[in-house]
């Protein structure tokens, strides 16, 4: 049974949901709509004229091969954070899942890191992993590691991967913690009495029941691996050293508002949108099909 | 097979709340125990840590002949029962059931073999493919038993299994239950609130309140001598009047050997309207307040005409003077009618004024 609300007027509810649909219009679809416009036009060096060159600017990225570069760099970005972020928030949410004194408290501090902003995350890390300010630094230096980010494109995307996986490991953690919770005790417990042991357990039993909510947070990780390193990029490596840590939305703020190229930028950013409703599509396709306890 | 023996039992909290407080009860080769008491009185925590889910504080559990206390679940070689069946919901009801004999690393066929006869038992065969969330209440639950005998354990236990079905499927499954386990002959302690569920299945029946053991034994013996009101009062259907020997009325009825009682219990079927006051047996006038007719029987519930407060009793505990009466459903008095009930001598329970001790008059 849908509720349904009376109302006296027929405008009432119109004008209850219009200040909603202005924002989104305004800064949703508005400038999305901008960028489409703008993908199909070219600007000259000093901006005095524009053309109307219809997909030149998509055929010019995908003959260029560091567009392709950048779409494996953030793919393999995007991986790289899912699960390493994934992996070690399922490892805490078990762990914490026991009933432990100060339980309370280790999850509070556990979620904390999720209320610090991207790029907050990333002066965060730089200030422990910068070659000459950091303390880590100094740390692993003393222990023969060649560390300097700022010249070597591996440790800049290893640093990268590190900061923006660490911030989402409180999403993550809160929604497995909740998954693991939603799972009735006794279920695990008959698993005990069944005789498997507490590996074997987790593999045949709590992994396959989190696995909802395993998929949901692949999809909102790779989606926050696309879009919201953004932060953490442009304060540690400004995609820098050399184009190292360049992924697809870096490059659309550097090509755009640092190369000037609006064009190709707007057509780069109407790729990541087409991206971002594919994989919305392929979540709530997917996300209905839960297991019942 | 195996014996069960609990030795002076006990489950302490970290934060001192103690759940068990010493609990002693001897469950022989293939007999069916029944714990049952109020919720809240300890029984499924005691259930849980004969399981090993549990951690025991203190005493000793011994299971055929070892003592387990510091045994993982896995290696008591029990199978358990629970509430909400806890069948794993990702898995068909062939590979549930298998789920056990699969982790102890037993051959598939000897699996299939096992898995097919208890589904056969269990009139599961159709089913064995479906999920656990693709079947009835009642299928679940024989789904959960089926899990329970193929492992062929050396105790089952039951935590309430049937308290989660409709009233008419639960009193089927109960006889289920029972012919299985006369069949299989496998020990079992079996948990519930149940008073008549408990009386159905018991070989030796446990009623436990606040943590401890109020009585051990035979169902009918249990019911026939109550050791304590509580007892009385939490076995039988509809409870047992508890009545003060205090006021002279009822003192003067029971004469001087049974002085020292300080409470008087009579079950309501044990009473009859009868003008005549039984020798040494108690008589009382009631006005009646209400009556139930159920078809076989009428309950009676009447006030005590002469000022008086009932003992009180938990749980099943009745306002201060009220009595129940059963008698045949044939008759039904008028409400607000006086009526004289009586019950002979050898129909009364009395025990020491707190309660806590049967006499023998």
Redesign the interface.
């Known amino acids: 049974m849908q509720k349904q609300a009376i109302f006296q007027s027929k405008l009432l509810p119109y004008a209850l949901v219009a200040p909603q649909l202005a924002i989104v219009l305004i800064f949703f679809y508005w400038p999305a709509l901008q960028a489409v416009i703008q993908s199909f036009l070219l600007q000259d060096a000093f901006g005095l004229s524009t053309t109307f060159v219809w997909f030149d600017n998509y055929i010019e990225l995908f003959r260029d091969p560091a567009y392709f570069e950048a779409i494996v760099r953030t793919f393999f970005f995007s991986f790289a954070i899912a699960i390493s972020s994934l992996s070690f928030a399922l490892l805490l949410a078990v762990m914490a899942d026991k009933p432990l004194r100060g339980s309370m408290l280790y999850r509070t501090l556990l979620i904390w890191p999720y209320a610090v902003a991207p790029p907050v995350v990333g002066v965060l890390w730089i200030f422990m992993l910068h070659p000459s300010l950091g303390v880590v630094s100094r740390y692993l230096r003393a222990a023969g590691v060649d560390w300097n980010p700022l010249l070597d494109g591996n440790q800049a995307a290893a640093l990268i991967i590190l900061a923006a996986a660490w911030k989402q490991i409180s999403y993550n953690f809160l929604f497995f913690l909740a998954g693991l919770q939603a799972i ?1 005790r ?2 695990f ?9 507490p590996m ?1 357990r987790f593999w ?2 709590t992994f ?2 989190l ?1 909802p909510t395993i998929f949901f947070l692949l999809v909102v990780n790779i989606v926050y691996a696309f879009f919201d390193t953004f932060g953490i990029i442009d304060t540690m490596t400004r995609g820098g050293p050399g184009t190292s840590t360049v992924t697809l939305v870096y490059k659309v703020y550097s090509d755009g508002l640092l190369g000037g190229n609006l064009g190709s930028s707007a057509a780069q950013s109407v790729i990541l949108m087409i991206m971002v409703i594919v994989l919305t599509g392929i979540q709530f396709r997917f996300v209905e099909r839960k ?3 | 097979m195996a014996n069960v023996t609990l030795r002076n039992v006990r489950k302490t909290y970290t934060g001192g709340f103690e759940a068990i407080k010493g609990v002693n009860v001897d469950v022989a080769d293939g007999q069916f125990c029944v714990l049952v008491g109020p919720s809240g009185c300890g029984k499924s925590t005691l259930l849980r840590m004969v ?3 549990e951690t025991v504080t203190g005493g000793e559990i011994d299971i055929g002949g070892r003592v387990v206390n510091q045994i ?3 290696d008591r070689d ?3 029962v ?3 069946y ?5 898995m068909s009801v062939y590979n549930n059931m298998a ?2 004999l699969r ?2 690393g037993m051959a598939e066929a000897e699996i299939k073999t096992r898995v097919e006869e208890a589904a056969r038992v269990l009139e599961l065969s159709a089913m064995l493919e479906r999920k656990p ?1 693709q079947l009835s209440g009642g299928q679940r639950q024989r789904v959960a038993m089926g ?1 329970a005998i193929v ?1 062929q354990p050396k105790v089952f236990l039951f935590d309430e299994p049937l308290s989660n079905l409709d009233a008419k499927l639960r009193i089927s499954m109960r006889v289920e239950i029972r012919k299985l386990q006369r069949r299989l002959n496998v020990t079992s302690i079996y948990v519930t609130h149940d008073q008549l569920e408990a009386m159905t299945l018991a070989d030796i029946l446990v009623v436990m309140n606040g943590g401890q053991v109020e009585q051990v034994g035979n169902p009918l013996a249990i019911y026939e001598k109550p050791a304590t009101t509580f007892v009385a009062s939490f076995i039988g259907a509809p409870p047992m009047n508890l009545m003060s020997t205090r006021p002279d009325e009822i003192k003067s009825q029971l004469g001087g050997s049974a002085t020292d009682a300080g409470i008087v219990g009579i079950r309501p079927e044990d009473f009859a309207i009868t003008d005549q006051t039984p020798a040494g047996g108690v008589a009382l006038p009631l006005t009646v307040e209400a009556i139930e007719r159920v078809g076989a029987e009428t309950f009676v519930y009447g006030s005590r005409q002469h000022e008086d407060q009932r003992v009180a009793a938990t749980p099943g505990e009745l306002p201060p003077g009220e009595i129940i009466v059963r008698i045949p459903g044939t008759e039904a008095p008028a409400i607000g009618a006086k009526i004289r009930v009586a019950a002979v001598r050898q129909k009364l329970h009395l025990f020491s004024g707190d309660g806590r001790t049967r006499i023998e008059a």
């Open positions: 009735p006794s279920v417990e008959a698993a005990a009495i069944d005789g498997a042991r074997r045949t039993v396959p029941l696995s297991v019942t306890y | 399981a090993g889910l993982e679940p896995a029990i199978a358990m629970f509430q909400n806890a069948l794993y919901p990702h789920y056990g982790n102890r969330r899990r492992r």
